[in-house]
């Protein structure tokens, strides 16, 4: 944790500006701001994080969304829809399948374009205002997309979004479209597409809004809040464990911050400190595997592969951020099969949480680290599902039960009802080929 260790309050350099400023998070160097774009480090090319002269309590808090907690943020206030406030869900009927003392469930998906994403991007293109840029973009698997093309647009600002052709859902595309973003289908994957957009910026062509900008996770370091008092207010005390799908590791590395930032504020003890447990899919498990193999960074897969669209990725940038805050918290990281994961969105649906696959992954891998023994049947333990199901769907329809047609007839409808019809629908097919 040394590396990434918080600074003493009041310990402002000379670049920063209203006691904010950029620091590297391996060679130590500072950084002005908003002198102009900057997204890693100009010394050493490493990952920047946003600092602080002073660190936050709960009672700085005061207000409604992620403006709330502004005394954590950049600025008073940002471009805003607005955001935050999602659902701390009870699931009473997964809780106790799980089978741990508390299950929440924190639905991002309630967010206006219906993902976490619109937490960073009222923090980001309230930043890229500050700089005067007049471009902004982003690679996507979907969600960034939605949320940039909103943001951009509230603040009347043009933007590019690139995404992998023929691999992002339907319904975030359209969402993209419709905010009038300009959509650049690359022939490649979302790290491919990251990597032209990361040249673009470097050009000074685009100002990036990806989560390798630093401004972005301060935003969804809001997540971590909302969590921390909606659970000490309904419990009286703050959660054991964190669970969250993994795609780009953003919010892995954005709730660490958070945590950190009360532990020096003062309002978390380091005992405290919920452990932060990350899941992917099977088929795009870098995280998993620096986890398991103890490595200081992730390594690249080429090829990646999941229905679970959202976390469809190979080269998780944030993974030098997100790697000790799960170490340094006790957490761990699990890989799921698409299989568990559509099991997951299921049982969620059932309590009347719609979420995209992506989302449920985070309760797939609960219940697969319950099946191992490493999660306690006395845990309290919250997951984060960072989707709405409506952003895909095709899966939703693939998981879910088919329509029944049936005659314009009561009676019929009723024998229907009843199991005496063999005429149409997924019973009667059945029936059929037997």
Known sequence: MADLELPTANSAPECAEDGVWLACIECGAVHAPYEGPVYTCPDCDSLLEVRYDSYPTFDDFSGRGVWRYAAALPFDEGV????????????????????????????EGMNPTGSFKDRGMTVGVRVAQELGVDRLACASTGNTSAALAAYGGRAD?????????????????AQAALHGARILEVDGNFDACLDRVQDLADRGEAYLLNSLNPFRLEGQKTIGFEILEGFYADEGRFPDRVVLPVGNAGNTAALYKCFRELVRGGDLAPGDVPKLTGVQAEGAAPMVEAIEEDLDDTRRWEEVETRATAIRIGNPVNAPKALPGIRETGGTAVAVSDEAITRAQRDLAEEGVGVEPASAASVAGLRELRDRGVVDDGEDV?????????????????????????????DAILAHLAGKSVGGGLLGRLRRLL
């Open 80 to 107: 805003s829809l607005p955001e935050g406030d999602t659902p701390l869900h009870r699931v009473p009927r997964l809780e106790a399948d799980v089978g741990v003392r508390n299950l929440r469930i924190k639905h």
């Open 382 to 410: 919250v997951c984060l599902t960072t989707g709405h199901l409506l952003k895909d769907p095709e899966a939703a329809a693939e998981a879910g039960s088919e329509p029944e047609p049936v005659p314009n007839d009561t």
């Open 157 to 173: 600002l043009e933007t590019l979004v690139l995404l992998p052709a023929g691999k992002v859902a339907a319904g975030k595309v």
